[in-house]
């Protein structure tokens, strides 16, 4: 017994074997090797076969070859079902590789929109420094009035000597009408004038948004280094509970990039309906030096 007879110890296959492929005579061959042949799956049960000077069957029909042909079919569906398991870990190593692939784009977009803003607007730190140099007074509400007019709406800051605004001190900065009026003072005549509005409803949205401002005035900041100003800004609450008008009550700020930016974030904040008189609401906000 050679070394292909060995592979098959139980049923040997002895002489020279030919088959057909086809319209091809192959052969001849050992008879282990044409076993090789049969379980590999190079040939099957309806190949035909013959011993060298004999006649052509079918390997169904030759006794010899009955009993290696079902071990062969029951090899034929384990390597089947191999292969299915291979084939369906392949797939979803794929998935995963897939999905791996897709994160890593993500992140790696995330980091490069966070180099971009880094790059554009400095760390995150300098940006709480920044948010750090502004401040915010308390909020004056009052009802509105018909006060401001066309030429009113730029407000006359006086220079001292130096060419410096003076420090706030609680008066309001007259317009072209020439009227000046404090701040607590007109407080407190607004009461005497039916008020439908809700004070602490107002207060409570101005107390939670007003730092939503702060980007807007960052982004002054840096397109003005140095910057150093008392800016109030005064807006009126329509009925709806939106914000109708924006006044910025600094002539170097009166209208631009500020006061839109001031006026779109404004826009957002939930005040609710009401009926009646219409509010107002002042906020003084201090940028740079004596902000803290």
């Known amino acids: 017994m050679d070394a292909r007879d060995a592979q098959h110890p139980e049923q040997p296959l002895g002489g020279e074997w030919l088959y057909r492929k086809g319209e091809l005579v192959l052969g001849p061959v050992p008879g282990a090797k044409l076993l090789d042949k049969l379980y590999a799956g190079d040939i099957n049960g309806q190949t035909e076969v013959a011993l060298v000077g004999g006649d052509f069957e079918r390997i169904t029909q030759v006794d010899a070859l009955r009993v290696h042909l079902a071990k062969a079919e029951a090899k034929w569906r384990v390597d089947a079902l191999e292969r299915r398991v291979h084939d ?3 797939r979803q190593r794929n998935v995963r590789l897939t999905l791996l692939a897709a994160v890593a784009l993500v992140v790696a977009g995330a980091a490069g929109a966070v180099a971009r803003y880094m790059a554009v607007h400095g760390t995150f730190d300098a940006a709480r420094v920044e948010e750090a140099a502004i401040a915010v007074e308390p909020p004056v509400i009052r009802l ?3 006060r401001r007019k066309q030429q009113d709406e730029m407000l ?4 001292d000597k130096g060419g410096r605004r ?3 001190t609680g008066t309001r900065a007259t317009g072209t009408g020439g009227r000046s009026t404090g701040g607590a003072q007109e407080d407190t005549d607004d ?6 509005f809700d004070r602490g409803s107002i207060q ?9 401002l702060y980007p807007c005035f960052a982004d002054e900041a840096k ?6 100003e008392r800016i109030p800004i005064e807006f009126v609450i329509g009925n709806d509970g939106q914000v109708k008008k924006l006044w910025v009550d600094n ?10 930016c001031l006026m779109k974030e404004l826009q957002r904040w939930p005040f609710r309906p009401y009926e009646g008189q219409q509010a107002t609401v002042g906020l003084s906000f201090t940028i740079g030096r004596g902000a803290g």
């Open 88 to 90: 369906r870990a392949r």
């Open 251 to 260: 002539p170097r700020f009166a209208e631009g990039v500020l006061q839109e």
């Open 204 to 212: 409570s949205v101005i107390a939670q948004r007003q730092r939503s």
């Open 144 to 146: 509105a009035k018909a």
């Open 223 to 228: 397109r003005s280094p140095g910057l150093a």
């Open 156 to 159: 006359d800051y006086p220079m």
């Open 191 to 196: 009461v005497s004038i039916e008020a439908k």
């Open 166 to 168: 003076p420090p706030a």
